[in-house]
Each structure stands twice: as C-alpha cells, then as structure tokens.
C-alpha cells in the first residue's frame, strides 16, 4: 500500500539530546514537508523540500535540521537548541508544493 | 504574504446540529483545500475547490468557494459523533507550500 510513515509514534528524550524522527514515503512524491502541531493549535511549517538534496527553512526552523538524500526520505532532527520541543510532530507529501498533501501518522515527542 | 484567517476557533453543537467553519483571505485565494483531523490524528484531505463560485457536496457535508475567491466556507448538516474533529482550510498560494487556516475544532455537547 501506498503511503507515508512516520516513526516512532512515541519518543521520550531528556533535555539537551538530540533526536532524530522518521518520515518515509512510497507515493513517489517530489515534495515533503515537517509540520509542529502544539495542543488545540494549527499546523506550523518547520522545513520542507521540493526535490532531493534541497529544503528550505519553513516559519520556526530554529533548532530543527532536516536531511533530503533520497526521495523517499525526509528526517527531521530536533536539535537541543529547540527551546521547547515537546509537541507533535506530522511528515507530509504531495505531488507538487500546492496540491492534496498526504500526511504521516505523526510522532508526540516529549521531552523531560 | 498570504494569510488565511479561519473562524471560528471552536464551535459547540448539539448532536443533531449544523456546523459551519469559514476562512478568509484579503487577497485572491488559489485553490482551497479542506483537511479534517479527528482527536488524535492525523489531517485528512477533504476536498479541494479552484473555480470561482464552485460547490461541492459529500453527503452531508458542502463546500463553497466564494465568488470572489476570497472566502470559503464547509457545512455540514445534522451533525453525528464522526464528524467530531478539526477542520482546517489550506490555500494553495503558493507553489511550494500550502498556507494553513488555524482550524475550527467541532465539539459535540454531551
């Protein structure tokens, strides 16, 4: 089946490391995209990437990095510079930047 | 840049009831897309809307485009314990990315 995983969907760290999540996809799309969502709130651009090795910095990359190697993979990596990183995080894809975007099951990170 | 106001932040119904989530933009909306996201979850996609004026019906739910590609609106009548969730709109401004309304979260009173 076609689709886009996120992995783990839990993950607990202590503060100061670094942790890296998971976003793989086989819908063969071009674009992906990492999204924070904090409680009762929307949905917040972290980095995306229109084609492999390239992505650019969404509107709250500080303290995030993002890697695009492969076409099928876009890992973020929550740096200890984020200064609250317990949220939950959604990998996305589409076909094209503006089009129906498929999204991953996401992963509650909590750090303590 | 693009902005996409959404209201409102939640809305409060009775089972039985119709909801209604609007968003607005001050400036020409490209494409609509309409996600849904039940507790929990992850955001679904709806729906997408691109003509001017253009409504589309899925059973109980229809969505609109204003005339003006300003504004879009999704009702749903009669609401069910399913439809418990956030509905976001999504503009399609942009070639890269799509620009986020901050959600409505539909509540079913007890």
């Known amino acids: 089946d076609g689709g886009i995983t996120q992995s783990p969907k839990y993950l607990f760290r202590k503060e100061g490391q670094n942790v890296t999540l998971s976003c793989e996809q086989n819908?063969?799309?071009?674009?992906m995209y990492w999204y924070r969502q904090d409680p009762g709130q929307g949905l917040r651009l972290i980095y995306y990437s229109q084609i492999v090795n390239d992505f650019q910095k969404g509107d709250i990359a500080e303290g995030y990095s993002v890697s695009r190697e492969k076409k099928e993979s876009f890992p973020l990596t929550v740096t200890s510079a984020q200064k609250n990183p317990t949220a939950f995080y959604l990998c996305?894809?589409?076909?094209?930047?503006?089009?129906?975007?498929?999204f991953g099951q996401g992963t509650r990170l909590t750090v303590v | 840049g693009q902005q996409v106001m959404q209201i409102p932040q939640y809305q409060h119904v009775q089972e039985g009831e119709d909801f209604t989530t609007y968003c607005n933009s001050s400036t020409t909306l490209s494409n609509i897309q309409w996600y849904k996201q039940r507790p929990g979850g992850h955001p679904v996609f709806l729906i997408q809307l691109v003509k001017s004026g253009e409504v589309k019906k899925q059973k109980r739910l229809t969505f609109q485009f204003g005339e003006a590609k300003k504004n879009s609106s999704l009702h749903i009548t009669a609401t069910q314990t399913t439809d418990v969730g956030t509905y976001f709109c999504a503009d399609g401004y942009s070639n890269y990315q799509l620009i986020w309304g901050a959600g409505t979260k539909l509540i079913i009173k007890p």
């Open positions: 996305a894809s589409s076909s094209q930047g503006n089009t129906e975007a498929f």
């Open positions: 819908l063969n799309h071009d674009a």
